[in-house]
């Protein structure tokens, strides 16, 4: 099969390319189907029940319709594992006609993507996919010594383990991407290097897949790879300064798959009405809805029951939120707060207009060089007058993952409610809120792969009932005359006024996107790159790594001996690599390192090694470069 079009690159023209796959498919044993038709398709699936045809108020929530809940409009239900280090996208798993090469958001791998070939992935292979697809003449580095992805790795025994305690922790059975393609059990395509389509001709009973003169065969990838998950992420697909976007700023906000965008797009033209208010069926609609997506986020955090999730703007909204009724209604003068050394300034401001105004005392649980919670020193902190304990479960700065469980524990043992700042951990592990048993429990959707403006306030319902409201106004009131107002219990107590119900909406589109692949799946997965971006970023020069606790996630902040992090920030960004550069909110636990600032490249389930390699890449090179400007 020829290729017409070529552009300047030498690369065939992506509508060529699309016109190709899909003469491929079409032929293909059981071809795949043209999925044109997807918003009309989406609108069937979130089919709305007639069971609700009237406003039942805040107090008969129960009596609205689970159908949302119970059919599982999406089909999440209908396969439980997935894929997120498998290369396999979760709407391929569930939705191969989604794949349909009509729809070039889901179908055709994009060219560009490793500037138009498929990487041979690379994990602990000691091969760069990045390396054989980048022009390393950028930045002169054509003849340069071999970067350390190019060479065996000391850490690839170590990440190859890593990689398959995935399939020692679940049943092969529900590895599909294992059992499926008959790959061996323990090893992953990205680790042995083999070519993922030889996969998808066994899943396809070996589509025409031919290699071109062009050598582009590598275009049609079968719908389990990688960077299939990559293209449920339309953004992901931008270019920034002449580069394919490569996101790392994953602390910062999440970016969003087109289920999520879908799904808010669906709200508005089919749903769109307030809730809990009217009598007709666009409210019932939108009730249903919002009430679904709270149910979500019960079963995504397991909450003991759906009155305990209130929606609110994000994390710094819901730590006000405690701040300003649970602290103000229960905190008298000399108590005191514990918060770590870790926290973002949402976790460290609210407590101190609380203690200014109430007279109470902050204190701070120390960390190691590593940015390791000291439990030791935690232990000393706890008095007769400490209340409660404020910390993080995932620091935005550093990574460090705390010891949750064991300092909830701690302090309840010691008579103090416990309030876990969620913001970096729901989209990196699993979080079972009945297993660490916080009293309160706070994230922000667009963290987690959802939209902005929409957050999440979990408390115990004994608590959040006992709670004077922080907010007045409709919504929240059982019964309202001049001379006295009678308050809803929780949820409804604490979202007074018109909440932003198309973005909880949202949010409980992208729980269901991440129940998809499965969160377990992309905790593993996403170690694997950690330890692999840590070993990597290790060999460049002069690169201290901030950061350097055991238990990470996500985060691998640094700063590079010679430059500025803004310099670092502004080289990366103009290969298209987004970081974040600063203090990250974190001023406190950065200042304990002496520093004011670092670069941060922060890590999702969407990211390969060749995002990492990319980073890497540009690295060593500011680092040779500096070099030869000094002789
Ligand atoms: N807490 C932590 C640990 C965070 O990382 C962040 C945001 O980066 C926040 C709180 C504040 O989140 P938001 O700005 O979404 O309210």
């Given amino acids: 099969m020829d290729i017409e079009n070529l552009n300047t690159n030498g690369f065939p023209d992506e509508s060529e390319l699309e016109k190709i796959a899909n003469q491929l498919f079409k032929s293909a044993p059981g071809g795949l189907q043209n999925n044109s038709g997807f918003s009309e398709q989406v609108h069937n699936q979130y089919e709305h029940n007639?069971?609700?045809?009237?406003?039942?108020?805040?107090?008969?929530?129960?009596?609205?319709?689970?159908?949302?809940?119970?059919?599982?409009?999406?089909?999440?239900?209908?396969?439980t594992k997935s894929v997120a280090g498998s290369g396999i996208s979760p709407s391929a798993i569930n939705h191969p006609s989604d794949f349909s090469l009509e729809d070039p958001q889901t179908s055709l791998p994009d060219p560009h993507f490793y500037n138009g070939q498929i990487p041979k992935s690379v994990a602990g292979s000691g091969k760069s996919p990045s390396l054989q697809n980048q022009d390393l003449t950028h930045g002169n580095v054509t003849s340069h010594n071999k970067l350390p992805f190019e060479t065996e790795q000391p850490f690839e025994h170590e990440l190859k383990e890593v990689l398959s305690q995935i399939n020692s922790t679940f049943p092969s059975s529900q590895l599909p991407h294992v059992s499926a393609f008959g790959i061996n059990e323990n090893s992953y395509y990205f680790l042995t290097g083999q070519n993922p389509l030889q996969y998808g001709n066994q899943l396809f009973g070996g589509a025409n897949q031919n290699q071109n003169t062009h050598g582009i065969s590598s275009y049609v990838k079968p719908p389990f790879d990688i960077n299939l998950v990559k293209a449920d992420f339309p953004i992901l697909k931008e270019r920034v300064n002449g580069k394919p976007l490569i996101w790392l700023d994953n602390a910062a906000t999440t970016q969003k798959p087109k289920l999520v965008i879908d799904r808010i797009n669906h709200f508005y033209e089919h749903e769109n009405s307030n809730i809990h208010r009217a009598a007709h069926e666009l409210a019932?609609?939108?009730?249903?809805?919002?009430?679904?997506?709270?149910?979500?986020?019960?079963?995504f955090i397991n909450a003991g029951s759906v009155n305990e999730i209130v929606f609110v703007r994000g994390t710094t909204e819901a730590i006000n939120l405690v701040a300003q009724s649970w602290g103000d209604q229960n905190l008298n003068t000399g108590d005191e707060i514990i918060v770590s050394n870790l926290e973002h300034h949402a976790n460290i401001v609210p407590?101190?207009?609380?203690?200014?105004?109430?007279?109470?005392?902050?204190?701070?649980?120390?960390?190691?060089?590593?940015?390791?919670?000291?439990?030791?020193?935690?232990?000393?902190?706890f008095n007769s007058k400490t209340k409660l304990v404020s910390f993080t479960h995932v620091s935005n700065a550093l990574g460090t993952v705390t010891p949750a469980q064991q300092m909830i524990e701690m302090a309840h043992a010691n008579g103090a409610k416990v309030l876990l700042d969620g913001a970096q951990s729901v989209s990196h592990m699993r979080v079972d809120l009945q297993k660490l048993n916080p009293d309160f429990f706070v994230f922000s959707g667009h963290k987690v792969f959802g939209p902005t403006g929409i957050g999440v306030l979990y408390g115990r319902e004994e608590i959040l009932n006992s709670m004077q409201p922080w907010q007045g106004g409709g919504n929240m009131i059982k019964d309202v005359t001049f001379e006295h107002t009678e308050y809803h219990n929780a949820p409804g107590r604490f979202e007074a006024g018109t909440g932003n119900i198309a973005d909880a909406v949202g949010l409980g589109a992208a729980i269901d996107y991440v129940n998809k692949i499965g969160i377990d799946l992309i905790n593993q997965y996403e170690h694997g790159l950690l330890v692999y971006g840590t070993n990597l970023l290790k060999q460049v020069p002069g690169?201290?790594?901030?950061?350097?606790?055991?238990?990470k996630a996500s985060v691998l902040s640094f700063t590079l001996d010679g430059f500025t992090n803004d310099q670092v920030g502004q080289e990366l960004n103009k290969e298209g690599i987004a970081v974040r550069t600063g203090h990250h909110c974190a001023q406190p636990i950065l200042r304990r390192f002496g520093l004011e600032s670092t670069v941060r490249p922060s890590l999702a389930f969407y990211n390969t090694c060749a995002d990492v390699d990319a980073l890497v890449t540009v690295l060593h090179r500011l680092k040779s470069n500096q070099k030869r400007s000094l002789f």
């Fill in 351 to 381: 407590w101190q207009i609380l203690a200014a105004k109430k007279g109470l005392k902050l204190r701070v649980i120390p960390v190691d060089d590593d940015g390791q919670i000291l439990l030791d020193e935690y232990a000393k902190l």
């Fill in 284 to 299: 019932a609609r939108s009730t249903d809805a919002y009430e679904a997506a709270r149910k979500k986020v019960q079963h």
């Fill in 543 to 551: 690169l201290r790594l901030v950061g350097t606790a055991a238990d």
């Fill in 50 to 79: 007639d069971t609700l045809k009237q406003s039942d108020g805040v107090n008969d929530l129960g009596k609205i319709s689970q159908n949302l809940v119970n059919n599982n409009n999406l089909g999440f239900g209908k396969v």
